[in-house]
């Protein structure tokens, strides 16, 4: 079945020590989104690639980075994670421009230490 | 200023006994309107997209309805595997992005 895969599911990484977590795509799909999500709260979108073409929201931390090498892979790197940045996050795809269904990944969840 | 807002935050429904939940909505211009369930620990899966007042979409015991300025969850005789956070989110027409609500958490007992 065409999906959404993130690794791993589960992440546990200390106080300031960079972190990437990972997405694929078996959907081929030109859209791809990472969100944060704290425990009872809405996903925050972070940023997205339409394509190859990064899109970062306002509110994003310099903190969180993100890299596409291809249309199947999409990675979020977490240069120097804090406690606060302990969440779910979710990977997301689109088949062809942004307004269209969103398809979720199972999400991986951080613990920063 | 783009807005959703779900309710209730929270709902527990007898096996059996039907139910509606709300999505209102202030946009400027919809593209389109999401519902999603998401388990705990889990991500949001996709149940229903909307575009255009009146329409309606059905899936086993979810029916959802959109109209100008709403969206509605129907859950006909629900079943314990149906708890779960039912997740609503629109697109406004001046961007592509989802804003989501908070979401409504909903228990069904045996």
């Known amino acids: 079945d065409a999906m959404v895969i993130q690794n791993p599911r589960y992440q546990v990484t200390q106080f300031g020590k960079p972190v990437t977590l990972s997405c694929s795509q078996t959907l081929n799909h030109n859209v791809m989104y990472w969100y944060q999500q704290k425990s009872s709260q809405a996903p925050k979108l972070l940023f997205h690639y339409y394509d190859k073409d990064f899109n970062n929201e306002a509110d994003t931390p310099d903190n969180f980075q993100s890299r596409r090498p291809n249309t199947s892979f999409c990675f979020l790197d977490i240069r120097s994670p804090g406690l606060g940045d302990a969440a779910m996050y979710l990977c997301a795809t689109s088949p062809q421009k942004r307004g269209e269904t969103q398809y979720f990944g199972p999400g991986t969840r951080l613990l920063v230490l | 200023e783009d807005q959703v807002t779900q309710s209730p935050e929270a709902l527990r429904l007898q096996e059996g006994e039907s139910s509606s939940l709300n999505c209102s909505y202030t946009v400027s211009g919809l593209r389109g309107l999401f519902w999603y369930r998401q388990d705990p620990g889990k991500g949001p899966e996709f149940l229903f997209t909307?575009?255009?007042a009146g329409e309606e979409k059905e899936k086993e015991r979810l029916k959802a309805t959109l109209t100008k300025k709403e969206s509605f969850l129907h859950i006909t005789a629900p079943k314990p595997e149906d708890s779960a956070t039912y997740l609503c989110?629109?697109?406004?027409?001046?961007?592509?992005?989802?804003?989501f609500g908070k979401g409504t958490k909903l228990s069904v007992k045996p």
């Open positions: 909307l575009y255009s």
């Open positions: 989110a629109v697109v406004p027409g001046s961007q592509g992005n989802l804003i």
